[in-house]
Antibody, heavy 119, light 108 residues
Framework: EVQLVESGGGLVKPGGSLRLSCAAS????????MNWVRQAPGKGLEWVSS????????YYADSVKGRFTISRDNAKNSLYLQMNSLRAEDTAVYYC????????????WGQGTLVTVSS | EIVMTQSPATLSVSPGERATLSCRAS??????LAWYQQKPGQAPRLLIY???TRATGIPARFSGSGSGTEFTLTISSLQSEDFAVYYC??????????FGQGTKLEIK
Protein backbone atom coordinates (compact mmCIF):
# COMPACT_ATOMS: atom_id res chain seq x y z
CA GLU A 1 0.00 0.00 0.00
CA VAL A 2 1.30 3.42 -0.97
CA GLN A 3 1.81 5.73 2.00
CA LEU A 4 2.94 9.33 2.09
CA VAL A 5 3.47 10.89 5.51
CA GLU A 6 4.28 14.58 5.86
CA SER A 7 5.92 16.17 8.87
CA GLY A 8 7.63 19.39 9.88
CA GLY A 9 4.75 21.81 9.93
CA GLY A 10 4.16 24.28 12.72
CA LEU A 11 3.92 27.90 13.76
CA VAL A 12 6.60 30.24 12.42
CA LYS A 13 7.00 34.01 12.40
CA PRO A 14 6.96 36.00 9.16
CA GLY A 15 10.40 35.89 7.58
CA GLY A 16 11.18 32.59 9.25
CA SER A 17 12.02 29.19 7.81
CA LEU A 18 10.64 25.70 7.99
CA ARG A 19 11.54 22.37 6.40
CA LEU A 20 8.82 19.91 5.50
CA SER A 21 9.43 16.23 4.94
CA CYS A 22 7.42 13.53 3.23
CA ALA A 23 8.24 9.89 3.94
CA ALA A 24 7.16 7.51 1.19
CA SER A 25 6.56 3.78 1.30
CA UNK A 26 4.79 1.05 -0.64
CA UNK A 27 6.18 1.98 -4.04
CA UNK A 28 9.49 2.48 -5.83
CA UNK A 29 10.00 6.09 -4.75
CA UNK A 30 13.04 6.63 -6.96
CA UNK A 31 10.98 5.99 -10.09
CA UNK A 32 8.36 8.66 -9.50
CA UNK A 33 8.18 12.41 -9.77
CA MET A 34 6.94 14.05 -6.59
CA ASN A 35 4.99 17.16 -5.85
CA TRP A 36 3.95 19.59 -3.13
CA VAL A 37 0.42 21.03 -3.15
CA ARG A 38 -0.95 23.42 -0.56
CA GLN A 39 -4.36 24.52 0.62
CA ALA A 40 -4.90 27.73 2.55
CA PRO A 41 -7.60 27.57 5.25
CA GLY A 42 -11.01 27.39 3.61
CA LYS A 43 -9.50 27.75 0.14
CA GLY A 44 -8.77 25.57 -2.87
CA LEU A 45 -5.76 23.54 -3.94
CA GLU A 46 -2.60 25.18 -5.25
CA TRP A 47 0.32 23.39 -6.88
CA VAL A 48 3.58 24.51 -5.23
CA SER A 49 6.51 22.55 -6.62
CA SER A 50 7.55 19.40 -8.48
CA UNK A 51 10.71 17.36 -8.78
CA UNK A 52 11.48 14.60 -11.26
CA UNK A 53 12.57 11.14 -10.16
CA UNK A 54 16.29 11.86 -10.46
CA UNK A 55 16.02 15.53 -9.41
CA UNK A 56 16.99 16.61 -12.91
CA UNK A 57 13.88 18.72 -13.35
CA UNK A 58 12.56 21.07 -10.70
CA TYR A 59 9.69 23.53 -10.98
CA TYR A 60 8.05 26.07 -8.69
CA ALA A 61 4.90 28.13 -8.67
CA ASP A 62 5.63 31.83 -9.14
CA SER A 63 4.25 32.48 -5.65
CA VAL A 64 7.12 30.56 -4.01
CA LYS A 65 9.93 30.85 -6.54
CA GLY A 66 13.16 32.07 -4.94
CA ARG A 67 11.92 31.28 -1.41
CA PHE A 68 11.15 27.54 -1.44
CA THR A 69 13.46 24.68 -2.42
CA ILE A 70 12.27 21.19 -3.22
CA SER A 71 14.62 18.21 -2.90
CA ARG A 72 14.53 14.47 -2.47
CA ASP A 73 16.67 11.66 -1.12
CA ASN A 74 15.90 8.49 -3.03
CA ALA A 75 18.02 6.42 -0.65
CA LYS A 76 15.76 7.51 2.20
CA ASN A 77 12.51 7.49 0.21
CA SER A 78 11.95 11.07 1.28
CA LEU A 79 10.83 14.35 -0.24
CA TYR A 80 11.56 17.75 1.28
CA LEU A 81 10.44 21.34 1.00
CA GLN A 82 12.70 24.01 2.47
CA MET A 83 10.64 27.13 2.99
CA ASN A 84 12.44 30.44 3.65
CA SER A 85 11.24 34.03 3.96
CA LEU A 86 7.80 32.80 4.95
CA ARG A 87 4.83 35.10 4.61
CA ALA A 88 1.36 35.09 6.12
CA GLU A 89 -0.03 34.01 2.75
CA ASP A 90 2.04 30.81 2.94
CA THR A 91 -0.22 29.63 5.76
CA ALA A 92 -1.73 26.38 4.51
CA VAL A 93 -1.88 22.64 4.78
CA TYR A 94 0.94 21.26 2.67
CA TYR A 95 0.43 17.92 0.96
CA CYS A 96 2.93 15.77 -0.84
CA UNK A 97 1.38 14.05 -3.81
CA UNK A 98 2.48 11.48 -6.35
CA UNK A 99 1.20 10.39 -9.75
CA UNK A 100 1.06 6.83 -10.94
CA UNK A 101 2.76 7.90 -14.16
CA UNK A 102 5.06 10.85 -14.76
CA UNK A 103 2.59 13.04 -16.59
CA UNK A 104 -0.54 11.86 -14.82
CA UNK A 105 -2.76 13.28 -12.09
CA UNK A 106 -2.04 12.79 -8.39
CA UNK A 107 -3.09 9.29 -7.47
CA UNK A 108 -1.56 9.39 -3.99
CA TRP A 109 -1.67 12.05 -1.30
CA GLY A 110 -0.33 12.38 2.21
CA GLN A 111 -2.51 13.52 5.09
CA GLY A 112 -0.97 16.99 5.03
CA THR A 113 0.97 19.12 7.50
CA LEU A 114 -0.18 22.55 8.65
CA VAL A 115 2.11 25.53 8.33
CA THR A 116 1.02 28.69 10.12
CA VAL A 117 2.91 31.91 9.53
CA SER A 118 1.99 34.45 12.17
CA SER A 119 3.62 36.83 14.59
CA GLU B 1 -1.09 29.33 -17.13
CA ILE B 2 -4.26 27.37 -17.84
CA VAL B 3 -7.12 28.66 -15.71
CA MET B 4 -9.76 26.17 -14.60
CA THR B 5 -13.21 27.49 -13.74
CA GLN B 6 -15.76 25.35 -11.93
CA SER B 7 -19.49 25.93 -11.66
CA PRO B 8 -21.50 26.26 -9.63
CA ALA B 9 -19.57 27.21 -6.52
CA THR B 10 -22.18 25.45 -4.38
CA LEU B 11 -24.69 22.83 -5.47
CA SER B 12 -27.58 21.73 -3.27
CA VAL B 13 -29.00 18.32 -4.13
CA SER B 14 -31.15 15.79 -2.29
CA PRO B 15 -29.87 12.28 -1.57
CA GLY B 16 -30.80 9.90 -4.36
CA GLU B 17 -30.86 12.63 -6.98
CA ARG B 18 -28.35 13.34 -9.72
CA ALA B 19 -25.63 15.97 -9.43
CA THR B 20 -23.88 17.59 -12.38
CA LEU B 21 -20.72 19.62 -11.86
CA SER B 22 -18.95 21.60 -14.57
CA CYS B 23 -15.37 22.55 -15.24
CA ARG B 24 -14.05 24.77 -18.01
CA ALA B 25 -10.44 25.25 -19.11
CA SER B 26 -9.13 28.54 -20.51
CA UNK B 27 -7.49 26.58 -23.34
CA UNK B 28 -7.67 23.03 -24.58
CA UNK B 29 -6.31 20.36 -22.22
CA UNK B 30 -7.36 17.49 -24.48
CA UNK B 31 -8.57 14.73 -22.14
CA UNK B 32 -5.96 15.48 -19.47
CA LEU B 33 -8.54 16.30 -16.85
CA ALA B 34 -8.99 14.81 -13.39
CA TRP B 35 -11.64 15.14 -10.70
CA TYR B 36 -10.96 14.91 -6.96
CA GLN B 37 -13.22 14.62 -3.97
CA GLN B 38 -12.24 16.23 -0.68
CA LYS B 39 -14.01 15.82 2.64
CA PRO B 40 -13.34 18.06 5.66
CA GLY B 41 -10.01 17.34 7.29
CA GLN B 42 -8.98 14.87 4.59
CA ALA B 43 -6.66 14.91 1.64
CA PRO B 44 -8.16 14.99 -1.84
CA ARG B 45 -9.00 11.64 -3.40
CA LEU B 46 -8.67 10.98 -7.12
CA LEU B 47 -12.03 10.05 -8.65
CA ILE B 48 -11.67 10.43 -12.41
CA TYR B 49 -8.70 10.78 -14.77
CA UNK B 50 -8.47 11.04 -18.52
CA UNK B 51 -11.73 13.00 -18.26
CA UNK B 52 -13.82 9.83 -18.04
CA THR B 53 -11.89 6.93 -16.45
CA ARG B 54 -12.75 6.07 -12.88
CA ALA B 55 -9.83 5.59 -10.53
CA THR B 56 -9.42 2.33 -8.66
CA GLY B 57 -12.24 1.66 -6.23
CA ILE B 58 -14.45 4.53 -7.34
CA PRO B 59 -18.15 3.56 -7.56
CA ALA B 60 -19.86 3.46 -10.92
CA ARG B 61 -22.27 6.25 -9.92
CA PHE B 62 -19.40 8.66 -10.61
CA SER B 63 -18.87 9.45 -14.28
CA GLY B 64 -16.92 12.04 -16.19
CA SER B 65 -17.24 13.40 -19.69
CA GLY B 66 -15.87 16.07 -21.98
CA SER B 67 -12.70 17.00 -23.80
CA GLY B 68 -10.90 20.12 -24.90
CA THR B 69 -12.22 22.89 -22.67
CA GLU B 70 -15.55 21.65 -21.31
CA PHE B 71 -15.91 18.87 -18.74
CA THR B 72 -18.60 17.42 -16.54
CA LEU B 73 -18.66 15.23 -13.44
CA THR B 74 -21.95 13.45 -12.85
CA ILE B 75 -22.95 11.60 -9.72
CA SER B 76 -25.98 9.55 -10.71
CA SER B 77 -27.64 8.89 -7.35
CA LEU B 78 -26.20 10.80 -4.45
CA GLN B 79 -25.28 8.92 -1.32
CA SER B 80 -24.70 10.60 2.03
CA GLU B 81 -20.95 10.06 1.72
CA ASP B 82 -20.82 11.98 -1.57
CA PHE B 83 -21.43 15.37 -0.01
CA ALA B 84 -18.04 17.01 -0.20
CA VAL B 85 -16.00 19.49 -2.22
CA TYR B 86 -15.02 18.49 -5.76
CA TYR B 87 -12.06 19.87 -7.68
CA CYS B 88 -11.12 19.52 -11.31
CA UNK B 89 -7.45 19.57 -12.32
CA UNK B 90 -5.80 19.83 -15.71
CA UNK B 91 -2.59 17.88 -16.17
CA UNK B 92 -1.91 18.70 -19.79
CA UNK B 93 1.53 20.23 -19.26
CA UNK B 94 3.73 18.56 -16.63
CA UNK B 95 4.19 19.74 -13.99
CA UNK B 96 2.27 22.99 -14.33
CA UNK B 97 -1.01 21.48 -13.27
CA UNK B 98 -3.82 23.78 -12.16
CA PHE B 99 -6.95 23.18 -10.14
CA GLY B 100 -10.37 24.69 -10.32
CA GLN B 101 -11.62 26.60 -7.30
CA GLY B 102 -13.92 23.76 -6.27
CA THR B 103 -17.65 23.01 -6.11
CA LYS B 104 -19.18 22.32 -2.73
CA LEU B 105 -21.88 19.67 -2.99
CA GLU B 106 -24.26 20.05 -0.09
CA ILE B 107 -27.38 18.30 1.09
CA LYS B 108 -30.62 19.98 0.07
Amino acid sequence: EVQLVESGGGLVKPGGSLRLSCAASGFTFSSYSMNWVRQAPGKGLEWVSSISSSSSYIYYADSVKGRFTISRDNAKNSLYLQMNSLRAEDTAVYYCAAPDILTGPYDYWGQGTLVTVSS
Amino acid sequence: EIVMTQSPATLSVSPGERATLSCRASQSVSSNLAWYQQKPGQAPRLLIYGASTRATGIPARFSGSGSGTEFTLTISSLQSEDFAVYYCQQYNNWPLYTFGQGTKLEIK
